[in-house]
T-cell receptor, first 117, second 118 residues
Framework: DTGVSQNPRHKITKRGQNVTFRCDPI?????LYWYRQTLGQGPEFLTY????????KSRLLSDRFSAERPKGSFSTLEIQRTEQGDSAMYLC???????????????FGDGTRLSIL | AQTVTQSQPEMSVQEAETVTLSCTYD???????LFWYKQPPSRQMILVIR??????QNATENRFSVNFQKAAKSFSLKISDSQLGDTAMYFC???????????????FGQGTILTVHP
């Protein structure tokens, strides 16, 4: 169990640029979640993948955000035309479960901290 | 929709003493799970303890235990024999089990910063 891996750890970019983050879940985990955490707050759910299918998206996920999990393994989160308000920690988590049921806790990565200049 | 409230933004405790962190939640669900996660400064979020709502017995993990009051929708975390390494942000989280139209996402509280003093 190598844990959930996220890259990069930090990303600094200018407003208006596009950024992409990567998440590698624990290898046998078929469920993958993205969360956003602003300073001093709890994480907020963004989106969920069951294998390669994106099954739920939060209203927080504006049209500028897109996430993929092409082969049901790693996932990417892209933000287009970044804005100041996008500055946050982006967390990835994974867990196991059947297609129909899961009660397993999520394991989190270290996160990618995005700073918009 | 579920909400989770942690009313203590910051707490402090002396090493070796006991501290209790509070959490309340609101839900209309009957079957759900509650978690406490620990997030040390600039480090990964780690699961501390988990409670199934259908279990009346409070969960315990070594120095960590919970007081789960389902009717009151209260879920507090007690840390006994506090250690310097317990210094972290602690989050209470709610999860409806994945199944049907639910996908097992976590709803977090605002967090409580716990500082353990030597």
């Amino acid at each position: 169990d190598t844990g959930v891996s996220q890259n990069p750890r930090h990303k600094i970019t200018k407003r208006g640029q596009n950024v992409t983050f990567r998440c590698d879940p624990i290898s046998e985990h078929n469920r993958l979640y993205w969360y956003r955490q602003t300073l001093g707050q709890g994480p907020e759910f963004l989106t969920y993948f069951q294998n390669e299918a994106q099954l739920e998206k939060s209203r927080l996920l504006s049209d500028r955000f897109s996430a993929e999990r092409p082969k049901g393994s790693f996932s990417t989160l892209e933000i287009q035309r970044t804005e100041q308000g996008d500055s946050a920690m982006y967390l990835c988590a994974s867990s196991t479960g059947t297609l129909l049921y899961s009660n397993q806790p999520q394991h989190f990565g270290d996160g990618t901290r995005l700073s918009i200049l | 929709a579920q909400t989770v409230t942690q009313s203590q933004p910051e707490m402090s405790v002396q090493e070796a003493e006991t501290v209790t962190l509070s959490c309340t939640y609101d839900t209309s669900e009957n079957n759900y799970y509650l978690f406490w996660y620990k997030q040390p400064p600039s480090r990964q979020m780690i699961l501390v303890i988990r409670q199934e709502a259908y279990k009346q017995q409070n969960a315990t993990e070594n120095r960590f235990s919970v007081n789960f009051q389902k009717a009151a929708k209260s879920f507090s975390l007690k840390i006994s024999d506090s250690q310097l390494g317990d210094t972290a942000m602690y989050f209470c989280a709610f999860m409806k089990p994945a199944g049907g139209t639910s996908y097992g996402k976590l709803t977090f509280g605002q967090g409580t910063i716990l500082t353990v003093h030597p």
